[in-house]
């Protein structure tokens, strides 16, 4: 994953000018646990206030195994620990409950917040622009050939 993940570049970083009213929202299973450094790390370095603006909505099935590592890894890159507002957990995943939470969540918002909504796997870049304008470009963990490499620990 490592080799797709986009590199520390002015492009990655435009949106540090809106670091104060810029949040972030995720919705994530707690299989993909692996894939959160990656992503937190990246969208820290295009502006994102990783500890302090993001919000999860984790999908945890009712019948899945407590993996301590999920608790871990939502401390070490966001931040949240257990009880959060920061943090929600649902035992079924649908659009509809995808769509109302972040319905919810962007009400909760100052009027004036600027909001990154991207899936896990999604790694949205925001190039300047001359007119100002924010622009963005999204990487997604797909590999050559519509293959999915494994991935690599970063710790």
Request: glycine share 4%.
């Amino acid at each position: 994953l490592a080799s797709h993940v986009p590199q520390r570049t002015t492009r990655t970083m435009a949106l540090r000018l809106l670091r104060s009213r810029l949040y972030l929202w995720v919705m994530m299973p707690t299989s993909t646990v692996r894939m959160v450094p990656y992503f937190a790390r990246h969208y820290e370095r295009c502006g994102v206030d990783t500890k302090r603006r993001v919000t999860v909505l984790l999908h945890r099935p009712a019948d899945a195994d407590s993996d301590p590592r999920v608790a871990e890894t939502l401390r070490e890159a966001f931040g949240i620990e257990a009880p959060s507002p920061r943090l929600s957990v649902v035992a079924n995943y649908s659009s509809r409950i995808k769509r109302d939470a972040v319905n919810s969540w962007l009400r909760s918002l100052p009027r004036d917040a600027m909001v990154v909504y991207a899936d896990l796997d999604e790694f949205f870049e925001y190039p300047p622009n001359p007119r100002g304008d924010v622009l963005g470009r999204m990487v997604e963990r797909v590999g050559p050939n519509l293959t999915f490499p494994a991935l690599r620990d970063i710790r």
